[in-house]
């Protein structure tokens, strides 16, 4: 199984800025794409933004220009840079990890992190 621990968030002023990382650990052959989901009270869980092996990224249209995914491929470490924040970013954010062990393709998830984004 591989773990992923999060860091990184808290409590912000509209406008400013934090950064998650998710690490992961444990037994597998390689990482495979990693991302950042969130969920906000009452709220479906949503996909904020991916990134390949390769580095190709993607965004929700909501965060397009204000967070920033990256990765660390040595460390095994995702990344979340969240500029410009605003109230409506206030969720739990998650990050999963898809990774190959054997021959199977899995995923898994960190255990969420609160974002909260004061007006």
């Known amino acids: 199984q591989v773990q992923l621990v999060e860091s990184g968030g808290g409590l912000v002023q509209a406008g400013g800025s934090l950064g998650l990382s998710c690490a992961a650990s444990?037994?597998?052959?390689?990482?495979?794409?990693m991302a950042w989901y969130r969920q906000a009270p009452g709220k479906q869980r949503e996909l904020v933004a991916s990134?390949?092996?390769?580095?190709?990224?993607n965004y929700v249209d909501s965060v397009k220009g204000r967070f920033t995914i990256s990765r660390d491929n040595a460390k095994n470490t995702v990344y979340l840079q969240m500029n410009s924040l605003k109230p409506e970013d206030t969720a739990v954010y998650y990050c999963?990890?898809?990774?190959?062990?054997?021959?199977?393709?899995?995923?898994?998830w960190g255990q969420g992190t609160q974002v909260t984004v004061s007006s």
């Open positions: 999963k990890v898809g990774y190959v062990r054997g021959f199977s393709n899995r995923d898994s």
């Open positions: 990134i390949t092996d390769d580095g190709s990224t």
């Open positions: 444990g037994s597998f052959r390689r990482i495979n794409a």
